[in-house]
């Protein structure tokens, strides 16, 4: 439900799809000397623009970073914009993300920015011509972050962030499928900033994130919520469908709660039937689960909203930069 378990090791498994990296490998190598090159050209859109993204399959923590960037942004005069690609939406085109928009026509990450960044959210298939929709509509934007997109050369940038997941690194350190690697190891030394989510692991010259929530948002009646001590005693169920669902049980435990651990699939599409083992008890939720769940939820959902904290040197790299640009 979570990655698999072979990404972690050297395994048989791993050993055996090994074939199947190297080709992929092989092809992940020409892409990117192509528009290295010049062969293929990367598409400028006349703003700068912020790429958020990992090297590795399945959630690093991506999306609470991209809520930090537009906020911080925001906070330094500057006016943002979000862009992703929407994974699951019924659409391809170019459009905006309402708040009060539906994971199946949108994404589940787009409609979570949406409630919460606070700046204009777009999605679509083709990065560069969302960038151009959204800058027509929104002509006052002077700064793009993209949501994912490390791989998507065509559009250009002006940043790059390459996330990692401190708990699980970078796996085996072998290419998709035999390993979780998108990109080689070698590709993190050709972004801007480096940046690992925890504590766990040192990573030389890496910029330290930490997300933290103590508060509970009750997903029928978002007006009321509680700390994390109204669970202690309580019959909990926690429920998480990204990329690395245990990373969310570990906070749950570390705030003191006690619960029974539900994994699903990254972007799972959830219906009420997911939910019936709860009953009468407490259910507790990512933010991006919740945005599926809102429609059926009952009194006793909550969801727990994160924040990225993220030490100083990365801000004053992107102001840095972004006053070049």
């Known amino acids: 439900m979570s ?36 062969l293929l050209t990367a598409e400028k859109t006349g703003l700068p623009v912020i790429v958020v993204g990992n090297i590795t399959a399945g959630g690093t923590g991506k999306t609470p970073l991209v809520l930090w960037l537009a906020r911080f942004l925001a906070e330094q005069g500057r006016r943002p914009a979000i862009i992703s690609r929407g994974y699951g939406a019924s659409r391809t085109d170019p459009r905006q993300v309402p708040p009060e928009g539906i994971p199946a026509d949108y994404g589940d990450e787009p409609c979570l920015l949406a409630r919460r960044a606070g700046c204009p959210v777009w999605v ?5 011509a969302t960038v151009r929709a959204l800058h027509a509509a929104h002509p006052a934007i002077d700064v793009v972050i993209s949501d994912d997109g490390l791989q998507h050369y065509r559009l250009a940038r002006n940043f790059e962030i390459a996330v990692i997941d401190s708990a699980r690194g970078l796996g085996n350190g072998w290419p998709l499928p035999a390993g979780p690697l998108r990109e080689p190891v070698a590709r993190l030394a050709t972004v801007d900033a480096v940046v690992v989510n925890g504590a766990q692991q040192n990573w030389p010259g890496a910029i330290r ?19 994390a001590a109204y669970f202690r005693g309580r019959r909990v169920h926690a429920v998480a469908g990204i990329g690395n669902p245990q990373r969310f049980f570990e906070h749950l435990h570390r705030i003191g709660i006690e619960c029974s651990e539900h994994p699903f699939p990254d972007h799972h599409p959830y219906v009420p039937a997911d939910l019936q083992f709860a009953g009468e008890d407490d259910v507790v939720m990512t933010e991006k689960d919740a945005v599926k769940c809102v429609g059926f939820a009952t009194a006793t959902c909550w969801v727990l909203a994160v924040d ?17 640009a």
């Open 124 to 128: 679509g298939a083709d990065r560069a």
């Open 209 to 227: 994130m930490d997300l933290e929530g103590m508060t509970f948002r009750n997903l029928r009646d978002p007006h009321t919520t509680v700390p």
């Open 308 to 324: 990225a904290v993220v030490e100083p040197e990365l801000g004053a790299k992107i102001l840095t930069r972004l006053s070049q």
């Open 3 to 38: 990655s698999p378990a072979h990404w972690q090791n050297r395994g048989l498994r791993a050993i055996l799809l090994l074939p199947l990296a190297l080709l992929f490998l092989l092809a992940a190598n020409l892409r990117r000397l192509a528009w290295r090159s010049g």
